[in-house]
Nanobody
Framework: QVQLVESGGGLVQPGGSLRLSCAASVSISSIYVMDWYRQAPGKQRELVAL???????NYADSVKGRFAISRDNAKNTVYLQMNSLKPEDTAVYYC???????????WGQGTQVTVSS
């Protein structure tokens, strides 16, 4: 069983920055694709950013150029640096891991990000 614990959410003004962290209970270096999803009230959960075991990245069009995903395999932690935040970025952000060997999925409990003046 893999446990994911997010942190770093909060209230920030438009144009501000936050860094989310996701700490995993197991080594994520070689067999886990890690990503961040978000879900705003009344909307479906959407993929925000993804980092593969190779290090290749993908971003939702809405966050390209503003958000950056990274992983520190030594700390079993994935980060989401969010810059130039907009009110439409307000959502609960979830960390997700997929084991590429057995395709099992794991989710964190979510962290609230609110962008408001």
């Amino acid at each position: 069983q893999v446990q994911l614990v997010e942190s770093g959410g909060g209230l920030v003004q438009p144009g501000g920055s936050l860094r989310l962290s996701c700490a995993a209970s197991v080594s994520i270096s070689s067999i886990y694709v890690m990503d961040w999803y978000r879900q705003a009230p009344g909307k479906q959960r959407e993929l925000v950013a993804l980092i593969r075991t190779s290090g290749s990245l993908n971003y939702a069009d809405s966050v390209k150029g503003r958000f950056a995903i990274s992983r520190d395999n030594a700390k079993n932690t994935v980060y989401l640096q969010m810059n130039s935040l907009k009110p439409e970025d307000t959502a609960v952000y979830y960390c997700h891991a997929r084991n590429i060997i057995n395709n099992r999925d794991y989710w964190g409990q979510g962290t609230q990000v609110t962008v408001s003046s």
